[in-house]
């Protein structure tokens, strides 16, 4: 078969391992799809969880952050763990934790409950998220790279087009059912997932591996991990100077350097080894990883402010806009495919990320006045360079590393998604507050018959996004200007925005030309570091 021909997901084999091919991408993808979903769904229904659990603010905001935080915090160590103890055990734990604790969360009687649930989802996610693709590179050991790239591809896709389908399932499911549903739903999909890979998934194991596991790298991973995402996160809401947030990052920053340390004592029996590094495919990889989470996920909860908060679209309609994106990503997805027929990957993904690059500056200049169709060239543009990279990223990750690694690259490349999106939401945050400070400063705020004190009041509201709230606070004869200085401050942040992120896309598909090599391998690197 030539290299210009379409392989089949399930090429080369005897039946039963083109079987087992079959089911371990179709239980991979559909749990990429269910857990990634519980990401994104959850954020349209706060307001209904708020009111019938009679939650704080700060509660709320637990119900989101604990999900992310443990989840980000395990999925390294999960991925390495799978490698010496076995791939499949580590992904049934994990899809059957993440079952148990999705029909707590959905009787959860308080709010307490629900974020302790929520901390167990992300466990669980972690667990089976972080161990998939080793799984699917063990399945399709031995098999035409282009077939496995395949299934990654639709492992990747589940994910993606989960993401950008949250916010329409969240507010349809919330709009006619009710907020437990959203947490109901994954019980019958988790308990079909853990029959089909028990039943046809094969057992995955390194046999190259090292025997011991790794606990000082793997609970150094996990603070490290938990406490910079919490910084992050945190910082967004909270402000940077707050005692937590400080003590979060600088804690984060010295643990990452002490598991640094470690793992380059042990070399090559460390939980993460950092020689994987010196390969330019896989750091080009996980660098491209944490980009793709900035312009997506990064992004979106200023855009589905501006879109609900602004401009008042429901739920539903908000999930209709952003559909947008995830049809573009549908398409452009084969299509990525049958490029590498005729370019390398790099150029591929070089494509993708300018693609994402030109959208973003298209968006730049949106308006006060103008409505959602501003944005929809943008989110076309941006599923469609999405389709085009996230097939390959995770592919390139684990396809370049050795076989007993692959656990370890899919954590490592994993593990920069959620990075990413708490960057994206931090950086971006802080872009959107400084632009509303200066915008809406005191001096300007002054000139409008507003009660005194109420400057930084009426600023915490446009961030959040809360322009009917805003207007309440705000007496009727200075409502209509202080509402058009909001919005103009609200979307002059969001063009700056754009603006970053399209600059940040071109730089992107600078990395993916240099870092991206279509001959790198482990083994190479090995041979050229020992002859030097």
Same mark, same amino acid.
């Given at each position: 078969m030539s290299t210009t021909e379409a392989v089949p997901i399930e090429a080369g084999g005897p039946p039963e391992v083109r079987s087992s091919r079959r089911w371990t991408t179709a239980v991979t993808s559909l749990a990429a799809a269910m857990m990634t979903l519980d990401i994104t769904v959850v954020n349209v229904a706060l307001p209904r969880?708020?009111?019938?659990?009679?939650? &704080?603010?700060?509660?709320l905001q637990w119900i989101v952050n604990a999900y992310t935080l443990s989840f980000a915090a395990l999925l390294l160590t999960a991925g390495s763990v799978s490698d010496r103890i076995g791939r499949r055990r580590v992904f049934l734990a994990g899809v059957a934790v993440f079952t148990a604790a999705s029909a707590v969360c959905a009787l959860a009687p308080n709010t307490a409950v629900l974020i302790a649930a929520r901390a167990a989802q992300g466990v669980g996610g972690a667990m089976a998220f972080g161990t998939a693709l080793a799984l699917i590179a063990g399945a399709f050991e031995g098999a035409p790279a282009r077939s496995r790239t395949t299934a990654i591809g639709l492992f990747t896709a589940g994910g993606a087009v989960s993401a950008a389908l949250g916010p329409l399932v969240g507010g349809s499911i919330v709009e006619w059912l009710s907020w437990p549903f959203l947490f109901a739903v994954n019980v019958p999909i988790g308990l079909l997932i853990l029959a089909a890979t028990a039943r046809k998934v094969p057992e995955s194991v390194a046999t190259d591996a090292p025997a011991n596991v790794d606990y000082a790298g793997a609970v150094l991973a996990v603070l490290a991990l938990f406490a910079l995402n919490y910084g992050l996160l945190a910082g967004s809401e909270k402000g940077w100077t707050t005692p937590d947030v400080l003590t979060a990052l600088i804690g984060g920053g010295i643990l990452a350097v002490a598991f640094a340390a470690v793992q380059w004592r042990l070399g090559p029996t460390a939980m993460l080894d950092l020689r994987l590094f010196a390969i330019p495919s896989f750091s080009g990889a996980v660098l491209l990883s944490f980009a793709a989470r900035v312009f997506s996920f990064g992004l979106l909860p200023f855009l589905t402010l501006w879109l609900g908060g602004m401009l008042r679209l429901s739920p539903f309609q908000v999930g209709l806009v952003l559909l947008a994106q995830s049809v573009a990503l549908v398409i452009a997805a084969p299509v990525s495919s049958l490029l590498?027929?005729?370019? &390398?990957?790099?150029?591929?993904?070089?494509?993708? &990320?300018?693609?994402?690059?030109?959208?973003m500056f298209l968006a730049v200049g949106i308006g006060p006045h103008d409505s959602w169709t501003?944005?929809?060239?943008?989110?076309?543009?941006?599923?469609?360079?999405?389709?085009?990279?996230?097939?390959?990223?995770?592919?390139l990750a684990v396809g370049v590393v050795p076989a007993s690694r692959a656990g370890t690259a899919s954590g490592a490349a994993n593990s920069f998604?959620?990075?990413?999106?708490?960057?994206?939401?931090a950086a971006f945050g802080i872009v959107l507050t400084n632009k509303v400070d200066t915008t809406m400063n005191a001096a300007t705020l002054s000139?409008?018959?507003?009660?005194?004190g109420h400057a930084a009041q009426l600023r915490q509201l446009v961030t959040a996004g809360q322009f009917d709230a805003?207007?309440?606070a705000v007496p009727e004869a200075a409502r209509g200007q202080v509402l058009d200085l909001a919005r103009s401050a609200y979307t002059g942040a969001l063009s700056t925005i754009f603006l970053i992120a399209g600059i940040a896309g071109l730089l992107a598909a600078v990395a993916s030309l240099v870092l991206v090599r279509e001959k790198d391998n482990f083994e190479a690197t090995q041979t050229a570091s020992s002859s030097g």
């Open positions: 969880i708020g009111a019938d659990l009679d939650a &704080s603010l700060d509660s590498t027929k005729v370019m &390398s990957v790099s150029k591929v993904l070089a494509l993708g &990320s300018a693609v994402v690059g030109v959208g501003a944005v929809l060239p943008m989110l076309v543009l941006l599923g469609a360079g999405a389709g085009l990279t996230l097939p390959h990223l995770l592919a998604f959620p990075l990413g999106t708490a960057t994206g939401v000139r409008f018959p507003l009660p005194r805003l207007g309440a």
